[in-house]
């Protein structure tokens, strides 16, 4: 008996359909590269004889020397490109390039026409050579993979954008060029572009400007001339980044993490910061007037930190090298306002080369000095405001002009020199009995409201009161010469100590013995 056979109308549908998805279904293809050179959208030039789609997979990877050009928009799946030997180069004039790249050891990627941007969608991966001559380059949800070996090399001053998504980023373990340009390369804040570097950045020309945060843990190199810029974002510096070269390292509008590490290396603050860092080698320079410095900052032995132009404090800053506040300076205050601190260490030294005022701008502000606080230069006054809490463990000297207190607890060494003094503006000052004034300069009790001594006045420097002063406890181990006001509370004259009556003053329940000197 013969079976036959039929479709019912439901079967009859599900073939059409199937037909018709067959029909409508583009599978992806291999696509080899069959010409020597020659233009991308030639379809002669692939051996199926059709320019790669969406889906995708393409192959440049022919052993000889040649150019392939990229004019317009092109989209696969994957792209490799670079034989075992000979040198193929992508020429990229123009176009949006969507897909996943690999550029091999013996290929090229290089970015030309002034006129145009390079749009890219995809990931990059290149262990050879990409070459950015001309055109903006825009990412739209890109990822640079420059290997270990591999070069990006930037040969103009333009600009790295994003098409309007974020998730851009840069990672390079090779070596990642500025050389050429002498203006900026930036690389773009929005959204932004990160640059992650384990590698090498090498600034040789120009300035290469970052906004869009970052980590380190590589070489950056920035030539004599050259800047390296951190113009906004986030960026963090682990253990093994090394700043070479002797360059500029600019900083501002950016937050900075980790170590700065560079002997020959200049850090230029040029607007506000917020640090979570430690200067281990190199020098510091505030370049910006009115700029905030908020979060902490420790100062290595081997560093330098310039108070070249004003700034607020807002963190806390401790010192292990040196602070200077340079001659020629254009500031003439150092503001610090609540949380900020100094803490300066035992190796530390803060240098005063110019007359400066250290104002705070709200809050108590502590200043430990555990090291030398010098003033070196300036022939007026440098001051301290009574909002700081002042503790002297260390060394104070005064070279030139005068050191303004108002304030202080202090259990160490006040070195004056000769026509250098110290004045005790308002406030109190608790001092230990290892305290010594030692040096030809001046101490001067000068103030209003008067100030308090609490504790001994011991030394061999020119102790003079000018103005009112209340003594607690306070035994005179040197000569104090009275010139004017009134001397209130305890003054004990030790058997090392004369009190000098210069001018006329008021004695107001003190304890004691004086002697007085006509004034001739």
């Known amino acids: 008996m013969k079976t036959t056979l039929s479709f019912s109308g439901l079967a ?58 990229v004019a317009s928009d092109i989209t696969f799946a994957s792209l490799t490109v670079g034989g075992t030997s000979g040198t193929i180069t992508m020429i990229w004039k123009d176009g949006w390039i969507t897909g996943s790249v690999a550029l091999g050891q013996n290929a090229v990627l290089n970015l030309t026409n002034s006129s145009s941007d390079h749009i890219f969608s995809g990931v990059i991966t290149n262990y050879g050579r990409i ?64 640059l992650n570097n384990t590698g090498t950045i ?49 900083m501002g509008q950016c937050s900075v993490f980790g170590k700065l590490s560079g002997a020959t290396m200049t850090y230029s603050i040029t607007y506000d910061v917020t640090f979570n860092t430690e200067l281990v080698s190199g020098t510091m320079v505030w370049n910006y007037g009115n700029g905030n410095q908020s979060g902490p900052l420790t100062i290595d032995s081997n560093a330098v930190y310039n108070i070249g132009s004003g700034c607020t404090v807002y963190g806390a800053m401790t010192n292990w090298g040196r602070i200077v506040y340079p001659a020629g300076s254009p500031m003439n205050s150092w503001t610090f306002a609540a949380p900020a601190r100094i803490k300066n260490q035992s190796s530390g030294v803060i240098d005063l080369q110019a007359d400066l005022r250290f104002y705070y701008d709200g809050g108590k502000i502590p200043f430990e000095n555990a090291g030398t606080l010098l003033k070196s230069g300036g022939n007026g006054e440098s001051t301290m405001d009574l909002g700081f809490s002042f503790t002297n463990t260390g060394t104070i000297k005064v070279q030139k002009g005068t050191l303004d207190l108002n304030g202080m607890t202090s259990s160490s060494s006040i070195v004056i020199a000769a026509g250098a003094a110290v004045s ?7 001092l230990g009995s290892t305290n010594t004034f030692t040096g030809p300069g001046v101490l001067v009790l000068d103030a209003w409201p008067p ?54 003053g008021t004695m107001s329940g003190s304890d004691g013995q004086y002697r007085s000197e006509e004034h001739t």
Request: one cysteine or more; proline letters at 2%; glycine letters at 16%.
């Open 12 to 69: 009859k549908s599900s073939v059409l359909l199937l037909g018709l998805f067959l029909a409508q279904t583009n599978f992806a293809a291999t696509c080899i590269w069959t010409g020597a050179g020659g233009d991308w959208d030639n379809a002669n030039n692939w051996s199926t004889h059709a320019v790669p789609v969406a889906g995708d997979k393409a192959y440049i990877t022919n052993n000889a020397t040649f150019s392939v050009n």
């Open 131 to 194: 070459i950015w001559q001309q055109g903006g380059w825009g990412f739209n949800n890109a990822r640079l993979e420059n290997k270990s070996g591999a070069l990006v090399n930037v040969q103009c001053d333009e600009t790295i954008g994003c098409d309007g998504v974020n998730n851009n980023v840069i990672n390079n373990a090779g070596t990642f060029r500025k050389s050429a340009g002498a203006g900026e390369t930036d690389i773009s804040p929005t959204p932004a572009v990160a």
């Open 202 to 250: 090498d600034v040789e020309s120009g300035t290469l400007n970052l906004y869009g945060s970052g980590t380190n843990n590589g070489t950056i190199n920035v030539a004599s001339g050259a800047i390296f810029a951190m113009s906004g974002g986030t960026y963090w510096f682990g253990t093994n980044t090394l700043f070479t070269g002797t360059g500029v390292c600019e």
């Open 424 to 430: 005790f503006g308002s406030g109190n000052f608790f």
């Open 451 to 504: 100030c308090g001594i609490i504790g001994p006045l011991n030394g061999s420097a020119d102790f003079q009161m000018t103005s009112d002063a209340n003594f607690t406890n306070c035994v005179l181990g040197g000569a104090l010469k009275w010139f004017a006001g009134t001397m209130d509370g305890i003054l004990t004259v030790g058997t090392n100590g004369a009190l000098v009556m210069i001018n006329s």
